[in-house]
């Protein structure tokens, strides 16, 4: 074996690993990006409802969960609860700006509607019925 055969060993082997490494990457994007989905309807929710935006009880138990998952995965229960950490401070920012945002009046709530379900559709009827002759019983 060649000290250019053990390169290319290293290289195809360094690829591989990479290749790996590019896949889960992209899979905790994925996951990030669908954990905040939900965090954007608990930060609506929360608003709609006047709750504070963070939750410290939770907080301490979704710490203490991941820490002992970390331990068992073996990986740095420090590092998970920072990481955890670091997410979470970054959700209740979120929270925060859709709290502080007038487009979350109770009107306009996409979670549970506190109007009845039909007033903008019948709402929407009304104006076409005012500008469209055809939809007018006398026309
Ligand atoms: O569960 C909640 O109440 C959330 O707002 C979500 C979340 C989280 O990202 O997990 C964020 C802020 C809270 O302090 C606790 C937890």
Same mark, same amino acid.
């Given at each position: /074996?060649?000290? =250019? ?5 290293? =290289? ?18 994925? /996951? ?25 009880? =939770? ?5 203490? =969960? ?74």
């Amino acid at each position: /074996m060649t000290t =250019r055969d053990i390169d290319e060993n290293v =290289r195809a082997e360094l690829n591989r690993l990479r290749e790996s490494i590019d896949n889960i990457d992209a899979a905790v994007v994925h /996951m990030l990006a669908e954990r905040f989905k939900c965090t954007q309807q608990v930060g609506h929710l929360k608003a709609q409802h006047h709750l504070p935006p963070a939750d410290p009880d =939770r907080e301490s138990r979704q710490i203490e =969960r991941l820490r002992q998952l970390a331990e068992s995965a073996k990986l740095d229960p420090a590092f998970a609860e920072k990481l955890l950490n670091f997410i979470i401070a970054e959700v209740i920012r979120h929270h925060e700006t859709i709290a502080a945002s007038p487009a979350d009046s109770p009107q306009t709530d996409r979670i549970a509607p506190k109007t009845a379900p039909n007033a903008a559709a019948s709402t929407a009827t009304n104006t076409a019925a005012s500008t469209d002759p055809k939809a007018s019983p006398d026309a």
